[in-house]
């Protein structure tokens, strides 16, 4: 494990705010907002519906510009990448990863062809092969089947694998449980945690669902576009 000096924080927020809508309906989904996640760091947010989680991750995935304060991903300050939407979609493409509600997957693509396409489209090497990344996830013996032919576990575990195709330093991953029942909750939390640390991956997890949170190393509550620490006691919950 690296020192605290010699890690520089995969994400850091330094007094971000976020202003969305005009006049009466203006909102602050983000407040002065200052967050750092350190490399390999699992972390996960909570807070109650509308209170700026989605905004966090937005922010952090380069997909919506703070109106003040300085966003750094990897060392980069998003502001510096410049204006031109290609150079921030190719910094997204090639740092951040992203897991979605229910995987998100490509119904025409079998499990194996949904890694592919990313490693394609990221300009990997042309060498690349799908497998061990499916063998991570437990998924290797369903490369070749559709995300119809598989379970909303089996489709997130994919979806976690297809994260993982351009070695991100960021992983952003938004309420992965949210179609899942307990047990197959617990797992995929625990995988994505394991593979945050094996990997050496910042990953921020948006969730509701508060049985999860003991696979975090840490937890942030979001209400009304401020952050704070979560008051449980997480080893408690855990497992
Ligand atoms: N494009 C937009 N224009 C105006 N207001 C917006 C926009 N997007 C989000 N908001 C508002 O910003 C606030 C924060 O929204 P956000 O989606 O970040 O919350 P959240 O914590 O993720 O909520 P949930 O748990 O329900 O997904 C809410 O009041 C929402 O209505």
Redesign the pocket.
Same mark, same amino acid.
């Given at each position: 494990m690296a020192t605290e000096h010699a890690i520089k924080s995969a994400l850091s927020l330094r007094s971000v705010t976020v202003e969305? %809508?005009d006049g009466d309906s203006k909102?602050r989904?983000l407040d002065h907002v200052d967050f750092e996640v350190a490399s390999g760091e699992f972390v996960g947010v909570v %807070?109650p /519906?509308?209170?700026?989680? /989605? /905004?966090l991750l937005a922010v952090a995935g380069a997909l919506l510009q703070a109106d003040s304060g300085t966003v750094e991903v990897l060392g980069q300050d998003l502001s510096k990448i410049g204006r031109s939407q290609g150079k921030l979609a190719k910094f997204r493409l090639r740092n951040i990863g992203f897991v979605f509600q229910s995987g998100n997957l490509i119904p025409a693509l079998n499990s194996a062809d949904q890694l592919r396409l990313v490693n394609k489209l990221s300009g990997g090497p042309t060498s690349f092969d799908p497998l061990p990344l499916l063998d991570a996830v437990g998924m290797a013996h369903k490369a070749k089947n559709l995300p119809g032919q598989l379970s909303g576990g089996e489709r997130q575990r994919v979806g976690i694998a297809r994260a993982f195709v351009t070695n991100p330093g960021l992983l952003l991953v938004d309420e992965p449980t949210s179609a899942l029942d307990r047990s197959r909750s617990q797992q995929i939390v625990a995988l994505l945690a394991e593979q945050s640390h094996e990997r050496g991956v910042a990953t921020i997890m948006v969730t509701?669902d508060h049985d999860v949170i003991g696979h975090c190393d840490r937890v942030v509550e979001?209400v009304d576009g401020r952050l704070s620490a979560f008051e449980t006691n997480v080893a408690a919950s855990a497992h």
């Open positions: 969305l %809508g909102v989904p %807070g /519906s509308g209170a700026g989680k /989605s /905004s509701h979001m």
